[in-house]
């Protein structure tokens, strides 16, 4: 159903091995309806790990759940269309691309709550220059209320603190430093978001840093997002449960990422 990884030409690849974040036009707008259709249901039928903020402002919620692709018909064929991982290979000029979950992102209208600056390698169980994330809404965005990147923060080789929305850590320890002032850092940044149509998708890396606004808007920003890591994943221990868990791993920090929980998609 996605389009050929033709379409993804060596521009872009090169655009985002640079910069760590690329737009990609339309290229999953025939998955629209059907992970519309999924993201219903999963909204109807949450999973344990479902994380729904409820803004203490009264504003509406902000509903988050992940690695659902095994139990969703409609997220499952996605995460199994060898095409969309094809371009995940292609992104990551990797030889493989092995998929590491799912997370919908829901933030129904008028939401206030903020997706605060963070990178995403420090919250995994994997490590690796090899990753990269589809960002894809399943409604029409505006810059006003999508996501938005620090352009090239993939090669900042720095790790910062993973925190939950509550404001507490992850990890009671860690090794992680402090996420510096991003607002005030601001005007020196180059920052990447865009107005955004179904079926788009931001591509982004693990470690490329970003953020979102709450939801203004008078519809909900429903979004889907795919994670692919490549030939150089290896597993990473932290010093406490990651988000997403995977409770039933195990593994030694610095061992091949392989498990039948993360199939390798591409080459199929």
Known sequence: ???????????????????????????FADWVEPLRAGTAALMADPSPLERTVKPAD??????????????????????????????????????TARFFHDHVLVKQAG????????HDQPYYCVEGQQSVSFWIPLDAV??????????????WAKGYRPMRFNGTRLY???????????????????????????????????????AAPGNAAATSRRVFSARWVGDDAVFARRSGTTSPPFKDLVFEDGAPFDAPIFPVIHPS
């Open 142 to 155: 505006s810059r006003a209320v999508a996501m938005e990147c620090v352009r090239g923060s993939h090669r």
């Open 1 to 27: 159903m996605t389009p050929s990884v033709r379409e993804i030409d060596e521009e872009t690849i090169a655009a985002y091995q640079a910069d760590g974040v690329v737009l990609l036009r339309g290229v």
């Open 172 to 210: 009671a320890e860690d090794d992680f430093e402090e996420m510096p002032d991003m607002e005030a850092m601001r005007p020196t940044l180059d920052l990447a978001a865009w107005d955004m149509q179904p079926g788009d998708a931001i591509a982004f890396n693990f470690r490329t840093l970003h």
């Open 58 to 95: 009264g504003s509406a919620p902000f509903f988050q759940d992940l690695c659902n692709w095994q139990r969703i018909p409609e997220f499952r064929a996605f995460v199994l269309d060898p095409k969309g991982a094809a371009i995940a290979a292609a992104l990551m000029r990797s030889r």
């Open 111 to 118: 939401t206030s709550t903020v997706t605060p600056w963070h």
